[in-house]
């Protein structure tokens, strides 16, 4: 399993811009790049997903390096209710897991 | 937005017996999922399940475990001899594709004594 590297942990102010990093230095050619994210006592809810162009949708968007070595989530306006833990995952095109690393947990401050 | 529904949301049973955990994904999807959480640990893939078969399993999902969608409606994960590792949240997911998001249950904490 293709593997990710995050930082543990991360604070952000509420109403301010987050940017989290991922590191995927061994990722293949048909390895799409997931985030979910596990708000505290409830499951992973899909955040955004993208496999070489950046990507955007109503929750995120999605920054992928040109040699996908990396990626960034960018939370525009964080909120109260975007403190979970973030997990950035790469799902080979042949399977269909999910691999879950240890994520980071995002603080958000009032 | 449509939701996976699990259910109990807690089920204590005695190390040897068996549970069943239920699950009702949503309704237009195809592939269907099980995941587990150990406290404090990170989330594992245990099985999927594509058009009444198991498509893939991991190293987990072992002999006492097996998987059902009895009705159409429900997919089920059952343990047929319960032991105290196996003492986890069980997260349930479904999605429309293969390369479709998942939608995640919330989740049956089981707890083996």
């Known amino acids: 399993d293709a593997k990710t590297t995050q930082p543990n942990s991360m604070e952000s102010n509420e109403e301010e811009p987050v940017h989290l990093p991922c590191n995927h230095s061994t990722i293949s050619g048909t390895d799409y790049i997931h985030w979910y994210r596990q708000l505290p006592s409830q499951g992973p809810e899909y955040v955004i997903h993208?496999?070489?162009s950046n990507v955007n949708n109503r929750m995120a968007s999605l920054a992928i390096a040109e040699d996908r070595k990396s990626s960034t989530l960018i939370l525009h306006r964080a909120t109260l209710r975007d403190a979970a833990v973030y997990y950035c995952i790469l799902k080979q095109g042949g399977s269909e897991k999910l691999v879950f690393g240890k994520g980071t947990k995002l603080t958000v401050n009032p | 937005e449509p939701e996976v529904t699990q259910t109990p949301s807690h089920q204590v049973t005695q190390m040897g017996q068996e549970v069943i955990l239920r699950c009702v994904p949503i309704?237009?999807?195809?592939?269907f999922y099980w995941y587990r959480q150990i406290l404090g640990q990170k989330v594992e893939f245990l099985v999927s399940?594509?058009?009444?078969?198991?498509?893939?399993k991991s190293e987990i999902f072992d002999d006492q475990f097996s998987v059902e969608r009895p009705d159409g409606s429900n997919f089920t994960l059952k343990i047929r001899s319960t032991k105290l590792e196996d003492s986890a949240m069980y997260f349930c997911?479904?999605?429309?594709?293969?390369?479709?998001?998942?939608?995640f249950g919330s989740g049956t904490q089981l707890s083996v004594l």
């Open positions: 399940f594509y058009n009444n078969e198991i498509s893939e």
């Open positions: 309704s237009n999807h195809l592939y």
């Open positions: 997911a479904s999605s429309v594709g293969h390369f479709e998001k998942l939608f």
């Open positions: 993208g496999l070489t």
